[in-house]
Each structure stands twice: as structure tokens, then as C-alpha cells.
């Protein structure tokens, strides 16, 4: 079992910065792929951005430029760098990881909300 705890959330203004991390914790050996996804109210849940460890990273078409994914090995932690923060960015921003190669996710934290006003 993987636990994964995030922290970073907050409230700032548009064009501001937030950077949001993951720690994972228990099998994080195991873990194959990790991801941010969001979800706003009202609205269904959106990958941000992915991480694997066979073909690298990728971002949602929304973010990209502005997010960056990255993950440090030693500690087990991803993050997600989040700059030009727009209002639409507003949402429960949740880590995902799969022990899985095809990267079917299947440990989730507890989220962390981002707020961005205009």
C-alpha cells in the first residue's frame, strides 16, 4: 500500500505561483506512474499533469507552459509547479500513483484546494 500526503494548496491571484507536493509513503517502491489531477465543483476529474517512469511526463492542454511536473527519487515526493495561475485553475488538486505499468491509478491523497481570484 502507497500513502500519499499533499500540501502546497492555497489561495492567490491570477498570474501568481503555488507549488503543490506529494510525499509518498509504504510501497512507494512499487510506484510506475504518479499524476495531478483536479477537480473543480460541478465538474468532473482532469489529469494536470503525469509522470512515468517509462515515457516521462505529459500535461493536459490547459496547463501547459505554465505547470511543471517533476518528481525527486530520494524523496519520494512530486511535485507540481504551477505558474500564470489563471481563475479557471481554481480545484481540488489530487496526487494519484499506480503500481501498475499501465499506469491505472490506484492510490489517491486526500487533496489539497487551489483558489485563484481575478
Known amino acids: 500500500q502507497v500513502q500519499l500526503v499533499e500540501s502546497g494548496g492555497g489561495s492567490v491571484q491570477a498570474g501568481g505561483s503555488l507549488r503543490l507536493s506529494c510525499a509518498a509513503s509504504?510501497?512507494?517502491?512499487?510506484?510506475?506512474?504518479m499524476a495531478w489531477f483536479r477537480q473543480a465543483p460541478g465538474k468532473e476529474r482532469e489529469a494536470v499533469a503525469t509522470?512515468?517512469?517509462?515515457?516521462?511526463?505529459s500535461y493536459a492542454d490547459s496547463v501547459k507552459g505554465r505547470f511543471t511536473i517533476s518528481k525527486d527519487n530520494a524523496n519520494n515526493t512530486l511535485y507540481l509547479q504551477m505558474n500564470s495561475l489563471e481563475p479557471a485553475d481554481t480545484a481540488m488538486y489530487y496526487c494519484?500513483?499506480?503500481?501498475?505499468?499501465?499506469?491505472?491509478?490506484?492510490?489517491w491523497g486526500q487533496g489539497t484546494q487551489v483558489t485563484v481570484s481575478s
Open positions: 494519484a500513483s499506480s503500481s501498475f505499468f499501465s499506469c491505472r491509478y490506484n492510490n
Open positions: 509504504g510501497y512507494s517502491y512499487s510506484i510506475h506512474c
Open positions: 509522470w512515468n517512469d517509462h515515457s516521462g511526463t
